[in-house]
T-cell receptor, first 114, second 114 residues
Framework: DAMVIQNPRYQVTQFGKPVTLSCSQT?????MYWYQQKSSQAPKLLFH???????NEADTPDNFQSRRPNTSFCFLDIRSPGLGDAAMYLC?????????????FGPGTRLTVL | AQSVTQPDIHITVSEGASLELRCNYS??????LFWYVQSPGQGLQLLLK??????LVQGIKGFEAEFKRSQSSFNLRKPSVHWSDAAEYFC????????????FGAGTILRVKS
């Protein structure tokens, strides 16, 4: 089945220690998104890639970076995690960037910062 | 910019009872409207979506939603709830001309009692 895969499902890191979260997709979609979802809150878009074009949300902290080496993979790098970065990180894809395209979500990576 | 309000943080219904989850949006024109469901520790799954046309849309798992322009609402309904429907439900809004970005409501947690 075509899907969005996130690894690892659970990640523990130390305060200030860089961490990378991984997302891969077998849908061959052009667009990949990263969302942050804190406990009991709505998912919040951090950034997205349309092919290789990176689009950062205005309020996404500089501490968060992303890489997309090819169509299938996208990475979220947190350069110096703080306690406030503990959250579920959701990766999603869509075939096109036009409004109304369904976004397909992965299961998420739950990040704990000690 | 668009926004979404889900007035109910928690709802508890008995198994077999009907369900209605409320969603109100703010946007100057007709937005794209979505309902997603998230089971604990999982990503989001699309239940249904509305773009235009018939204001009553059918989704998966027996869910339906009705778009009411006059009330800026897109409420989710199910005639008979099953214990497996216990999850968190998110309403989301996308805007034409805004790419494929989604703005999510804060979510409603559904509990089903037997």
């Amino acid at each position: 089945d075509a899907m969005v895969i996130q690894n690892p499902r659970y990640q523990v890191t130390q305060f200030g220690k860089p961490v990378t979260l991984s997302c891969s997709q077998t849908l061959n979609h052009n667009v990949m998104y990263w969302y942050q979802q804190k406990s009991s809150q709505a998912p919040k878009l951090l950034f997205h890639y349309y092919d290789k074009d990176f689009n950062n949300e205005a309020d996404t902290p500089d501490n968060f970076q992303s890489r997309r080496p090819n169509t299938s993979f996208c990475f979220l790098d947190i350069r110096s995690p703080g306690l406030g970065d503990a959250a579920m990180y959701l990766c999603a894809t869509s075939a096109r960037l036009a409004g109304g395209n369904e976004q397909f979500f992965g299961p998420g990576t739950r990040l704990t910062v000690l | 910019a668009q926004s979404v309000t889900q007035p109910d943080i928690h709802i508890t219904v008995s198994e077999g009872a009907s369900l209605e989850l409320r969603c109100n949006y703010s946007y100057g024109a007709t937005p794209y409207l979505f309902w997603y469901v998230q089971s604990p520790g999982q990503g989001l799954q699309l239940l249904l979506k509305y773009f235009s046309g018939d204001t009553l849309v059918q989704g998966i798992k027996g869910f339906e939603a009705e778009f009411k322009r006059s009330q800026s609402s897109f409420n989710l309904r199910k005639p008979s709830v099953h214990w497996s429907d216990a999850a968190e439900y998110f309403c989301a809004v996308g805007a034409p001309g805004y790419g494929n970005k989604l703005v999510f409501g804060a979510g409603t947690i559904l509990r089903v009692k037997s």
